[in-house]
C-alpha cells in the first residue's frame, strides 16, 4: 500500500536515473544537465488589418542584362505576424500551438539538416490571409498548393543520431481562396501528420521511436547498439498494445510510417507518402490527417454499415496480409506513386523484407469512372517481383503506358548484414545498378538490365514507350520496341551519409578522378531481342547538377519535351560533412532537343556512357545569361536566386488552353527563403520571426517572379509538394467524421502520469508547464483503488518508457 502511495516519487525517481544514464546507453556521448521541461510553445498571434502590399514594379527589377530577380525593396518587417484568418475557412480549424519537446543539446554541435532553415518549426499555423505583391494567375484561384517534408516534433536535440529523412511529417500549405469580391487570396496553414508514430511517442523521449537512418547507415554503429535500436522500437510499439490501458484501437501504434515524404492525388483522394507505411490519407484544404489507405476497398471507408462489412470479406484486404507485424512490413509502398493521365490507374511497388523482397500493386479508380476506362485496365494488389536476392532502399521508378521500370540500385537495406559485418543499410559499389522492365500488369515478365557501373538514382523526371503516345494494343509486351526514362543519377552514395552528418567511407565515393556528380540521365531499354537485355543509349543530358525533377503532368508517361528541375551555383546535391545541400538555381532543360542530339552523338561514337551532351557549368550558362549571349533556341535555362535566398522543389502549374504540343507554358510554384535576413550571421541560427515566403515563377523565360507570397512564418527546407486544382479539392471523396485524427488521440493524453497533455490545454495562461494529473501520492492510490487494472497498466508503461525511450 506504502508503495502505491509514493508512486510520484518512484516516477521521478525512475526518470532522473534514466537521465543519469543517458549518456552510457548513447554509446559515451556526453549529456551535460538535468532534463528541463520545455519551453512555452511559440504563439502566433494574428493582425487584425492587411495593409496594402507594395507595387511589384517597387519590389522586383528584371533588367534586360540580368537573369536574376533582383530585390530592389524589402522594407517589411520579417517579424510581422499575418493577418487574421478568414473564419468561414478556418472555423474549424482552431489555432494550436504544438509542444515541442525539444532539449537543450551542445552548442558546439550543429547538425546542418537540424539547423539554419533546416530546423523544426513548434507552430501549427491556421488558415491565415498573407500579404503578396505581383500578380496571382487565374490557373491558381481555388486550388491549393502542399508541400511535405520532416519537422520533428521530438527529439530534435542537435547531439544525437539524425538524418534528414527521419522527422514527422509537416505540411505547409498555400490555399488561393476566391473572395467575394472576385479576387484571390492567399491563406497560409501549416500541419502536422499524426502518424501512429507521432501521437504515440512518450513525451519524454529522448530518441527517436525508430532507429534513425543515420544508425543504420554508420558504419561504426555497433552491433549492441543497433540490436538495442530495434528491440527498443519493439518494446515500444507492443507497450501501445498492453492490455489494461483502455487506448482506442487508433491509438494503438500499427505503421511506423513518418508519412514525411510527399503528397499526390488519386482517385478523389489526397494522400501523404514515405517509404516506411502505407500513404496517409489527409484532408483539403485543412489538411487534416484522416487514416491510413492500405489499397482495401472503398466500402472500409464509407459503408460501416452490416452490409458493407459482410460485403467487405469477401474482397481482397489491400497490400499487406498475414500477422499484424507482418502485415506492416509488407504494406511498405513508395513515396513516389506513378498515376497514368489516360487510366488515372495508381501505380505503386512495396519493398519488404522477405522474398521476393519486392511487391508492385496497380489501382484502378472507382467504379463509378471505369466505363472511360481502357477494357486492359485490371487490379494488382502486392504482386511479387523476380529478380532481388535482397531487401533494396527504394525510392523512385519509372512508368510509361504499357511498361513499369523499376530501379535497383546496390543500396541494400538488410538485417542479414550484421551477420556478414556490414552496417544494415550498406552500399556496394561492386555490383551494377540494373533496371528491371516488365509491362504492367504482368511482373512476373520482368526483365533486368545492367547499367555500367554503380550509381544512386533517387528521383525520375518521366518515363515514355518509343511511340511516345499511350499505348492502345491489348497485349502491353507487343505494344512498343523500347521504353526511355529520363531520371537523377548520382555516382555516388553520398548524399544518404550527408544527410546524416556522416563522414562518407571510401567505398561510397565516386570512381576515381571522378568528382560528385547529380546529373539529369537518359536511358533507353530495347525490348525487341529478347535473348539479350541491352541499354541501348545511356548518357547525361548535361552537366549542370539537378534533382527534384518536375514536368508538366499533363504529359506524364508522354515525351515532355521540358523538365525543370534544382541545382545550385556551387557544389553539387552530395554535400559535404557539416554541411547541407541549399538550392540557389532553378533549371529548366529542353530534354527533347538534348536527347536527339545526344542520340546522333551516341550512333557516331562521340559519346559514352560517363558523358554528358552538354558540357557548360552554371556558372557558365548564368554568365551567358547575364551578358545577354544565350540563343533563343539554348536548350538549357537557369533561374538565379538572389544571393542569400534559397528554394524548395518547384511543382509546375501549366496555363489553360495551351495548344502547343509541348507546353511550356506556365509557373513554377515553390517555397523560398531569405537567410541573409532569416538567420543570425554568426551562429546560424533562426532569428524571431523569420518568416518564408511563396513565389510563382514565369516557367517559359525562368526570369520573372509574377507574385511573391509573405507568409507568416517559416517554412523549413522540404521534400515534395504538388498543386491541389479547385475541382479536386470539390470532388473529394467523404470519409466518416470518426477518422479524422486529432492531437486528443495521443497517447500521451490518455496517460493518467502524464506530465504534459498534447490534447488538452498543456500551459496555462502564464505559459508555465501542466504538473502531472496526480497531485501527490495519494491521488495515485485513490486512482488505483478506483481502477487497479488501468492504473497499474499505465504505471508498468511509464516506467519502461522511462528506462528505455
Known amino acids: 500500500m506504502s508503495f502505491f502511495a509514493h508512486t510520484s516519487f518512484w516516477i521521478e525517481a525512475w526518470h532522473d536515473l534514466t537521465i543519469d544514464i543517458a549518456p552510457l546507453i548513447s554509446e559515451g556521448r556526453r549529456r551535460s544537465g538535468s532534463l528541463k521541461r520545455p519551453a ?29 530577380a533582383h530585390l530592389l525593396m524589402d522594407d517589411h518587417d520579417h517579424n510581422q505576424a499575418g493577418p487574421s484568418r478568414p473564419k468561414a475557412l478556418a472555423s474549424s480549424i482552431p489555432h494550436r500551438p504544438v509542444l515541442s519537446r525539444r532539449r537543450t543539446s551542445r552548442k558546439e554541435y550543429v547538425h546542418p539538416y537540424l539547423s539554419g532553415n533546416f530546423a523544426p518549426v513548434t507552430t501549427e499555423c491556421p488558415l491565415t490571409d498573407c500579404l503578396f505583391e505581383g500578380t496571382i494567375p487565374e490557373e491558381f484561384a481555388g486550388s491549393q498548393y502542399v508541400r511535405n ?116 492525388w488519386h482517385d478523389g483522394k489526397a494522400m501523404a507518402g514515405c517509404e516506411s507505411g502505407p500513404p496517409m490519407r489527409i484532408m483539403l484544404p485543412g489538411l487534416e490527417t484522416a487514416g491510413w489507405y492500405t489499397g482495401e476497398d472503398e466500402e472500409e471507408d464509407t459503408n460501416p454499415s452490416q452490409e458493407g462489412k459482410a460485403a467487405r470479406k469477401s474482397k481482397s484486404k489491400g497490400f499487406g496480409g498475414g500477422p499484424p507485424i507482418i502485415s506492416m512490413l509488407r504494406e511498405f509502398t513508395t513515396a513516389h506513386p506513378k498515376i497514368d493521365p489516360r487510366t488515372q490507374e495508381l501505380l505503386l511497388y512495396h519493398m519488404c523484407f522477405e522474398p521476393s523482397y519486392l511487391r508492385v500493386s496497380v489501382i484502378p479508380p472507382a467504379k463509378s469512372q471505369q466505363a472511360s476506362l481502357p477494357s486492359r485496365s485490371k487490379t494488382l494488389k502486392g504482386k511479387p517481383v523476380r529478380g532481388l536476392k535482397q531487401p533494396k532502399m527504394m525510392h523512385d521508378f519509372g512508368a510509361t503506358s504499357t511498361h ?3 530501379i535497383d540500385v546496390p543500396l541494400s537495406l538488410d538485417m542479414m548484414n550484421l551477420v556478414r559485418g556490414k552496417p544494415i543499410l550498406h552500399y556496394d559499389p561492386t555490383q551494377m545498378s540494373r533496371f528491371g522492365v516488365m509491362p504492367r500488369y504482368e511482373p512476373e515478365r520482368v526483365r533486368w538490365f545492367k547499367s555500367f557501373e554503380a550509381c544512386c538514382v533517387y528521383h525520375t523526371a518521366n518515363s515514355w514507350d518509343d511511340d511516345g503516345n499511350f499505348a492502345t494494343s491489348e497485349n502491353l509486351t507487343e505494344a512498343t520496341r523500347g521504353v526511355n526514362m529520363l531520371g537523377c543519377r548520382l555516382n555516388s552514395a553520398t548524399l544518404v551519409y550527408s544527410a546524416g552528418n556522416l563522414l562518407p567511407p571510401s567505398h561510397v565515393l565516386p570512381p576515381p578522378n571522378c568528382p560528385e ?51 545550385m551555383r556551387d557544389g ?15 533549371v529548366k532543360v529542353d530534354a527533347e532537343t538534348l536527347i536527339r542530339k545526344g542520340k546522333a552523338m551516341w550512333s557516331q561514337g562521340r559519346l559514352k556512357a560517363s558523358d554528358s551532351v552538354d558540357t557548360r557549368t552554371v556558372e557558365e550558362i548564368l554568365t551567358a545569361q547575364r551578358e545577354g549571349v544565350v540563343s533563343p533556341d539554348d536548350p538549357i535555362k537557369i533561374f538565379e536566386m538572389p544571393r542569400g535566398w534559397y528554394a524548395q522543389e518547384t511543382t509546375f502549374v501549366p496555363r489553360r488552353g495551351g495548344a502547343t504540343r509541348y507546353k511550356d507554358d506556365g509557373w513554377l510554384v515553390c517555397y523560398v527563403f531569405d537567410e541573409a535576413t532569416g538567420l543570425q550571421p554568426s551562429t546560424g541560427d533562426v532569428l524571431p520571426g523569420a518568416s518564408s515566403e511563396l513565389w510563382i515563377i514565369d516557367a517559359k ?60 490545454a498543456s500551459y496555462s495562461a502564464s505559459g508555465k508547464a501542466a504538473t502531472s ?33
Open 149 to 264: 517534408g520532416g519537422n520533428p516534433l521530438a527529439n530534435s536535440e542537435l547531439d544525437r543520431d539524425a538524418h534528414w529523412f527521419d522527422a514527422d511529417g509537416m505540411l505547409a500549405g498555400v490555399l488561393f481562396r476566391r473572395t467575394p469580391q472576385g479576387t484571390i487570396q492567399p491563406c497560409f496553414l501549416n500541419r502536422f501528420i499524426l502518424t501512429d508514430i507521432l501521437l504515440s511517442t512518450p513525451e519524454h523521449s529522448r530518441l527517436p521511436y525508430v532507429p534513425s537512418i543515420a544508425t543504420l547507415v554508420n558504419p561504426y554503429t555497433s552491433v549492441f547498439w543497433l540490436m538495442f535500436e530495434i528491440i527498443r522500437t519493439f518494446v515500444l510499439t507492443m507497450l501501445t498494445w498492453l492490455p489494461g490501458l483502455g487506448l482506442k484501437s487508433d491509438q494503438k501504434l500499427r505503421r511506423i510510417s513518418v508519412a514525411n515524404t510527399s503528397v499526390f
Open 517 to 567: 556528380k547529380c546529373q539529369l540521365y537518359y536511358w533507353r531499354f530495347d525490348l525487341q531481342d529478347s535473348e539479350s537485355n541491352s541499354i541501348s543509349h545511356e548518357f547525361s543530358l548535361s552537366d549542370v547538377p539537378f534533382e527534384f525533377p518536375t514536368i508538366n503532368e499533363e504529359y506524364s508517361m508522354q515525351q515532355a519535351r521540358y523538365v525543370y528541375g534544382t541545382s
Open 404 to 406: 513499369t521500370i523499376i
Open 572 to 586: 553539387t546535391f552530395d554535400a559535404g560533412l557539416g554541411k547541407a545541400a541549399k538550392i540557389d538555381a532553378l
Open 773 to 805: 494529473k496526480f497531485k501527490n501520492g495519494k491521488a495515485v492510490y485513490a486512482a488505483f483503488l478506483k481502477d487497479p487494472i488501468r492504473i497499474g497498466a499505465w504505471w508498468i508503461k511509464r516506467n519502461i518508457e522511462l528506462l528505455i525511450a
Open 701 to 760: 523565360e525562368m526570369r520573372d517572379v509574377v507574385c511573391r507570397v509573405k507568409l507568416p512564418q517559416r517554412v523549413p527546407y522540404g521534400l515534395h509538394g504538388t498543386l491541389f486544382t479547385e475541382e479536386q479539392i470539390a470532388s473529394q471523396k467523404p470519409i466518416d467524421p470518426k477518422q479524422v485524427r486529432s492531437w486528443a488521440s495521443s497517447v500521451n493524453d490518455a496517460d493518467p502520469f502524464s506530465l504534459t497533455s498534447l490534447g488538452s
Open 40 to 68: 512555452a510553445p511559440q504563439h502566433y498571434a494574428p493582425t487584425t488589418s492587411i495593409p496594402s502590399p507594395p507595387r511589384p514594379s517597387d519590389v522586383f527589377d528584371y533588367s534586360p542584362s540580368s537573369s536574376s
